[in-house]
């Protein structure tokens, strides 16, 4: 498989070094991606550039995957506009095995060229100041960094940028000459901010190994939606996060599956593994019924299966079913579950004691406001036929609602109609 070709197609490439296509073709050879451990978990913006690492390994070369136990101490100053608060050395630690297990769901780490973790603290953090300015410092002019992007940026800002942020892409720069020079790495990718970053790796490779030294570049681009908002943010903007302690498996799988057509189309490409033949038959098909969505559903179910694994896109389709009206009754959700359905929904609160005692059906529905009276209640149960607890159609107005109703003691859903549902939480 042509790498580079198959990243163009994709969507992936943004911009790649003089050679990058040529050398991957001719060699069988290794590249990778850096990661700062500043949380503790990836969101889905990462995933446009580790996905460049998997179709590194698919062309049959060796990925590496950093974590940057050692940079993520310090902070890189690309697209910040002020410098980063430092984090403990036990937090980086913390961050940094929690995004290594997240990377490991991407790469195959048996096989020929299998997949490789490594941490940039390992060499990095034995290395002494004048060391680090012997070895790497007088390799690298102030001008050569002043003129990057990132530095230029904050240096007009009213937050300037400290020194320690400054040698930022030194750091960055030795690990791309440590991996070449011990791993054999010939190429690093990442996303278009981080050129800068990347080129002054290049840059101190061949000022250590000699002009004719073989290090090259490739990023991708910086996506955004259609309408112009963040690539990876809900409208709320909180980000989407790999971690289904931060991001439920059934928000995740709604933000693909609530995707745009343009967007569900760039999508399906970047972040699946689809092959090309496929991905154009199911663009077709969607176009031809576009009510169905089966684009988004295809796109939704392949990344969020790659994520969260069967469990958690089998959690993601039973709520998704129950909270839209589709076969799935509320006796299959977990805990876990209807918390995220609490989240998601539209969400009342009514008292615990009150469930314990028995609460008549008219009563509960007026005092959380579903109905304007208990009249009104009675002619939504009797004449509409509209009201369900739990999915179950209320057929009487006397009804009782008590806690066998309640689902982990705590739960249970209230319909009026086909489009007023609501989880009511008790507490």
Known sequence: MNFISELRWRGLLHEAMPGTEEHFLANRS?????ADPTGDSLHIGNLVSLMMLVHLQRAGHKPFALVGG?????GDPSGKDKERQLLSLEEIHHNSECIRLQMERFLDFSGSNAAEMVNNYDWLGQMGFLEFLRDVGKHITISYMMGKESVKKRLASESGISYTEFAY???QGYDYYWLYTHKGVRLQVGGSDQWGNITTGTELIRRKAGPEAE???AVCPLLTREDGSKFGKTAEGSSIWLDPKKTSPYSFFQYWRNASDTDAERFIKIFTLKGQEEIEALIATHRAQPHLYQLQKALAEDVTLRVHGESGLQSAVKLTDFLFGAQSGPETLSESDWQAAAQASDTLHFSRERISEGIGILDMLTELGITKS??????????DKSVRINAVRVEVPDLQVNMSHAFFQTYLQLQKGKKEKYIVVLR
């Open 169 to 171: 892409q030194l750091l």
């Open 215 to 217: 290090a090259f570049a």
């Open 374 to 383: 208990k009249g009104d209640a009675r002619r939504a149960i009797e004449a």
């Open 70 to 74: 050692a940079t993520g101490m310090v």
């Open 30 to 34: 290794a590249g990778y991606l850096g």
